[in-house]
């Protein structure tokens, strides 16, 4: 048993007792994962019962199906509805208050992190080869 | 404890979001839990390193596969990786110009991001915590070939030139591969399970049938 397969199993403990679709929690994009990871990070660190997040999922997606599931303006991510649970719980634990992750995100829209790095067309670096003796 | 189940934001407002203000959003929430002493960059990052290999880098090794086994695919990936990503359905957020460097007999092709860490993640899902460090960023580019052996085991022969690309947000390379050797008659499949992740960075080889 590897220490990274046993952090998994006890991570896919948790993920069992939630809501998937097809039971399908495969990553599309790197936020996700990241969301991913953040949910579980909190929750070891204290901040909410397992439980709380899991109804707190199960809720954003209740209140997706009663707008008729509306496949057009708002079709079916996961992930949004796993941000949304992130969110509701963080600030149910007092970790999030309200307006500060607003704040917070148009700081780091206003300020991305690749910002000044010109684009180069040709090797920053070049090791050459040596002709065999 | 809070009644969760009536608290959440409108699923609606959600979606209306674009891609990017959504990483953004994400990105928001991690800082101010490290600024609050909640949690650590390195609690994360171990949580989501678990699962890291779910969002890449087999994209990528698709696209090589494919390249390996089809001449004029790899025309058109060398000519413009990002459209030919697309004909696979491969594409999105730091994905909008992508550069394929493809490796020889006579040149070796290695990725960094000297600044902070751009990356085709697209194709190679996130980038590995040393790709981020400036010990990577700085010494790959002074001493390429040393490095590679060094520090990743990777020894590029004498004669094979090295070269070094500086991926940025508006150039994002990648590398793309020798064949193994060995390899005649696979399909796509098999050859995709020889792509590496560090294959596609250039600091390793595919692995050997």
Redesign the interface.
Known sequence: MTE?GD??RR?EALLTELPTEGGDL?????????????A???Y??G?Y?WS??Q??L???????EE?GA?EE???W?YY??W??????????AG??AGG??DE??A???AN???R??????E??????????A | MTDTSTTSPLPLSLHQRSEAEIAARVKAIESIMIEKGIMTTEAIDRLAEIYETEVGPQLGAKVVAKAWSDPEFKARLVANATDACAELGIGGLQGEDMVVVEDTDTVHNVIVCTLCSCYPWPVLGLPPNWYKYPAYRSSIVRAPRRVLREDFGYDVPDTVEIRVWDSSSEMRYWVLPLRPAGTEGMDEEALAALVTRDSMIGTGPPASP
């Open positions: 990274v952090a998994r991570v495969a990553f599309e994009q790197p936020w996700e994962l990241r969301a991913f990871a953040l579980v990070a909190a070891h660190a901040q019962d709380e997040f109804l707190a199960i809720g954003s997606i209740r209140r997706w707008e509306p303006d708002a079709p991510r949004d509805h941000l949304a649970a992130l969110e509701t719980t963080l600030a149910g970790a999030l500060e992750l917070r995100t700081t780091v829209l991305p992190p690749h000044g790095h010109v684009a180069r067309t090797p920053v670096a070049v090791d050459p080869a040596v002709s065999p």
